[in-house]
């Protein structure tokens, strides 16, 4: 028999879910959005964190980017 998950182990994948890395600008703004509410950081160092997660060198690339393949939600 198994053993009960711990408290740890149960959120884990809730947490790993609510981190995922952003595919549309949108989600980009909300994930900055999030990271600031959590880290008290400021909303540009916010936008531009994210964006690197997603690959870009900054938030200005990963907006020109979405605007030009019609991604702007």
């Not at 053993?3 to 609510?18: D, F, G, S, W």
């Not at 549309?24 to 994930?31: D, F, M």
């Amino acid at each position: 028999m198994k053993a009960p998950l711990t408290h740890n182990e149960r959120e884990a994948p809730q947490m790993h879910e609510r981190h995922h890395t952003p595919t549309t600008l949108e989600g980009l703004k909300s994930r900055a959005k999030r990271m600031k509410r959590e880290t008290g950081c400021t909303h540009i160092s916010a936008l531009d964190a994210v964006a690197r997660e997603m690959g870009f060198a900054h938030y200005s690339a990963a907006q020109v980017h979405f605007t030009q393949i019609g991604g702007v939600e």
